[in-house]
């Protein structure tokens, strides 16, 4: 059977959420509510810092997971959050609408992009907007995606005039680092066909055009180098052994980025599979 067909109906996650203890040195804030605009029930985040005060401000990482835009969800990454605020950072893990992954839901109940990134971008506001109530400095903020969420975080970063609300705090953004990430849809159907019918069509309207729109990598090739903004610097990660989203995605992806922006990122590669990439990573 189809590889990520399989990962799909098997559930393969992380810690179940129901055993997994956050240690005492860590204060865990909850469902942290990020819009209230529309009142969606996948609008918050997870924040987790550490207990005792530190003396001056620390770093904020924002986790935005994976699940092909249609599944999985911030209580599976306590063990990051949790790993992160034992190490001297704050770490917010956002959840953000889903795609339902079938044909079968009338047009007008469909949640397709933009609407995952814009829901992340929110979630970044707010947490910029509420930096004064926390642990975290606004001015060092450090995005992790993982999957289709480095696919998100990059457009983040990469144009923040279409998912970013125009009224916005002043924050920065200072790293991105994608791992195992989807950064070009049309590569990706033609390295794997039969992922239209199981990622793309269910998240992404349109056809080839739309998705060259919407792919990290061709933002990149398509902007003129010396027009391009000081973006903040990007580390691309990819298993070689990755079963599900082949190297090239990641290649392609800093090969643009150095080629227009020059040399602010560099690719690493390890042995690990798609969806053990942070399940382990963050592991006591």
Known sequence: PDPFVSDLMSKKKGPNPSTFVVDSSVKF????????????ERQNLDLFEPA????ARIPLVVYIHGGAWTERDKCQYRHMGDFFARHGFSCAVINYRLSQGSYDIPDDLQIKHP?????CGLALCWLAENADKFSYDKDRI??????????MGSLLVLQPEIYLPSQRPDFTVRGVIGVEGIYDLNQMLKDFPNYLQWVVAPAFDGSAPEFDAASPTQIVMASKRDDSPIFPRFLIVHAEKDELVNVPQSSCFADALRSHWGPTERTETFITSHQNAFHNSAAP
């Open 29 to 40: 804030l909850e469902s942290l509510v990020y819009s209230t605009a529309n009142l969606q």
């Open 52 to 55: 005792q005060p530190p003396a």
């Open 142 to 151: 450090y995005i992790v995606g993982h999957s289709a969420g480095a696919f």
């Open 115 to 119: 609407v995952h990134t814009l829901d």
